[in-house]
Structures are given as C-alpha cells and as structure tokens.
C-alpha cells in the first residue's frame, strides 16, 4: 500500500473512533521521559494531521511551572528546522496546558477532571467526542495511586479512555500480578496499553510480514534448518546519572524481559490465524508458555568498569560502591515445542558497550556433505537500529577466474531502497495505535505474566545468591567469557578475509 493510501486510511481510522475529539493527559509531564518521547511523538502525529481536530494536550505534574516554563518543555525536544515547521511548533503550543497536582490526592485528580470538563465544553465536544486519553509517564511506584485517581474522579464517563502505561511492569512474577489485580479493579483490560517501545520500531513490525507473507521463508523457519538466534541490543553509554534507577532493576529487567523478549515472541511464534489484535497476542502467549524458565548456567553476567577517562558503574554516585547489578547479560532461551526443539534463542543486552546496535541475527546450519567443504553458514540479519536493515549472508564464487567461495549479502538496507519515505518513531506509531484501538503493539496481561514467569527463578537466584558479575572495560564487547559462552551453543563468528559489510550501510 503506497505511503499516501496508507496515511489516509490511519486519518480515517482515528476520526471514525474518536468523533473529532480527544485530551491526551500527558501524567509526569515535567520528567525527561514526556520531554524527549511522549511530546515529541505527539508533534509528529500532530504534524502528519493525525490528532483530532478538537484536540488538547493537558501535562500534568507536581512541578510548579508557569505556561512559559512548561511550552519550554515541552518544546525541547522538537524538530522545527524550517519556517513550515517552526509554524507546526507554534500552533502544537496552543494545544497544551499544564494542571499543577499531586499523584496521591483527591483534589488534585478532582481539579484535573474540572479542567478537563470545562475544556470540553470549550471545544464543544459532545458525547462520544469526550475521549479521553492517559499517558502514565511516571515511576512505577505511583501507578497503582495514579490510576485509582483517574479511576475515581477523571475517566470519561461517556467517551473512550485509554490507560497507557510504561514499562516496567513489576519486577517478578508475584509484584507484576499484585500490579495488573490492581489496576484490572480500575480499568478494564481494553481500556489498558502497556508501551514496549520496540513493538513500535519500523524492523519489528516487518518480522510478520517477511514471515507470513514470503513462501520462501515458511520451510527454513524451524530447527531442521536453523541452528541458532541471536538478539542483541548494544548501548555505548553507561548509566551515568540514572544510577538510581537501574541499580533497582537491573539489565535483565530493564532491557531484556521486555524489549528483548517481545523481538523474541514475532521471530519464534507460530503463524495467528489472523491479522487482528487477538489473534497476535494469543500467538505470543502460546510460545511463551513454551520457554523453559531461565537457569543459571544458561547466564552470563557483567558489569562495566573504568576504562581510560568513562568511570565504571560503581564510580556513579547514585550506585553503591559494592553493587552487584548486572550492566550487561547474555542468557539463552529453550522452546519446548516441535519447531524449536534444541535451538538456542541467544538475549544479549550491554551498556557502555563498544558501539550502538539492535540486531535479529538468524544462524542456519552448515551445509552438508563436503562439496563445499568450509564455507560459512549462511545468515538472516534483521538490523532494528541504527540504519533499519534486512540481509542475508550466503556464499558465491568470487568473481572471475577463481572458483572458491566467498561471503555476500542480499541486502536490503532501507535508506538506499526507499527514497522520501518517512519512518515514524516508535513512540509515535504506538500513541496512533492507541488513538486506533489497536492492541497488537502492546503486551497483555497474560502475555506479562507469561514474560515473568520465564524469568523470575533466574533473578531470585541472581539476589539469593548475590551472584557477582564478569567485569568488562567501558566501551568494550563486554565480557571476556563471552564468546565461549556463545560458542558453547554452536554461534560462528563469520570473518572471512573476502567480506566485509559495506561501511556505508552501518550509517545509520
């Protein structure tokens, strides 16, 4: 579907359900998460004419900011490099307010209502136009007290609401139950989108369709012919100044029981009956019901240390100097299904590592006999981010009088193959799906209960035991056991002195 067809059929999608109106209530609308995410994504939306024309943007916080203050902030973080969009920033600004208020008390959530109401009016929305939507850009700790708030005094009593709500959700299986029990209480589950970013990201939405709509890739998607899967999201910054924060949950939390995992759930699901909603999720929580809980031997830990002039993780002053939090983990997935049997699916998530990378990397067996005895396996490589990428490692003769083999790629690299296509940030894309109605981004409750039950056993052990992590220089690969680990589960590193991966397509 061109790019054209396709904007305008979202357009109409968002205005048959919305009527013409909604407020989005940005909740932490004074934290650097709205500031650098949720207004930016809502620029771009408001840019692309996808907000209702009846729309209001309310930001709410404890902050006591004036209306300069708070269109400072929000306009941070906004794109406006010519006179047209320099013109989108000044009218995006007449669309936001800010409502000073507590997360913990009733005359706070009764003031925001009374703004809200009184703006409705304003805008003349009538009935079904008074949608609501809630953007808990918060720390876990207040979404239980936020959402009874909401709950009590805000929700729309005669449009749409829509919670949406950050990771992460909970930290263990018990504490993520306790946390979807409480709000189920409040608002019903298809009124709740739990946000994982990556659902949202341009490569992982194209996994269905390279799956599901190409017959050549159905016969190789099992173990007779893959051998192993590695995804790997490395990050070239420490945690410099959220010390706090991640020292609480750590990098298996963090990172990859949740972005990870859901990479994980569209390469390895089975095939939904449908394209609808439903039928996704139904598929996710299947497979994941099948992943064996994680054990400790099928985990590597790190941390990250001093290397040159970038401090280590315990020099940060917001970590305890005896820390044993993991800034770095490579642990391995098990499937008990017929597909999957004996393929190890490879999580590998690093901070302070030795460069930016989100990578699918799909490892096919070698090929049998010894006609070409030695060549490299071939390889599937979904590049998330930087410089969205799909190619394929296979061996060909080397051009010429030579007969040998050697490595190249099927390479489809999105900035060389599409020219002027706009590939929307995943904030972006997840507020429309929510303005839409459409779930398929977003993890249901079972599908996170599912989630923590793989992993819960792996950090209870971890904190019991206080298992200490493989200590790995700041901007390196991580850590020195690394490559054994991953050997020992069958992963080739391919280099190969006649290919190397054109410099130009890691521009990104």
Known sequence: MPQETAIKKLRNDVANRLKGGITIVVLGASGDLAKKKTFPALFSLYK???????????????????????????????????????????EFIKLCHYVKGKYDEDDSFKNLDKYISESEDKRGLKGDQKNRMFYMALPPSVYVQV???????VRSKEGHNALVIEKPFGKDSESACKLLNEIKKLFPEEEVYRIDHYLGKELAKNIMNVRFANMIFGPLWSSQYIDTVQITLKEPFGCEGRGGYFDEY?????VLQNHLLQLFALVAMERPIKREPEAIRDEKVKLLRCVRPVKMEDC??????KNGDKPGYTEDETVADDSLTATFAALVLWI???????????????????????????????????????????????????GEAIYMKFNNKVPGFSVDSMITELDLTYKSRYDNLKIPAAYETLILDVMRGDHS???????????????????HQ???????????????????????????????????????????????
């Open 48 to 90: 692309d004419g996808f907000l209702p024309e009846k729309t209001e943007i309310v930001g709410y916080a404890r902050s006591d900011l004036d209306t300069q203050e708070y269109h400072k902030r929000v306009t941070a973080n906004l794109e406006a490099e010519d006179d047209e969009s320099k013109k989108k920033v000044d």
């Open 147 to 153: 959402s009874q708030g909401l709950h009590k005094f």
């Open 250 to 254: 750590g990098v298996i939390r963090d």
């Open 300 to 305: 590597l830990l790190g941390q990250y240390v």
């Open 336 to 386: 008990d299904n017929e597909r999957w049997d004996g393929v190890p699916f490879i999580l590998k998530n690093g901070k302070a590592m030795d460069n930016s990378k989100a990578e699918i990397r799909i490892q096919f067996k070698k090929v049998p006999g010894n006609l070409f005895h030695g060549v490299p396996r071939n390889e599937l490589v979904f590049r998330v981010q930087p």
């Open 441 to 459: 981004n977003f993890v249901r409750d079972d599908e996170l209960v599912a989630a923590w039950n793989i992993f819960s056993p792996l950090l």
């Open 462 to 508: 971890i904190e019991n035991d206080k298992v200490k992590p493989h200590p790995y220089p700041y901007g390196s690969r991580g850590p020195e056991p690394l490559d054994e680990f991953v050997k020992k589960y069958g992963v080739e590193r391919i280099d190969h002195e006649n290919y190397q991966w054109p410099k130009q397509n890691l521009e990104g």
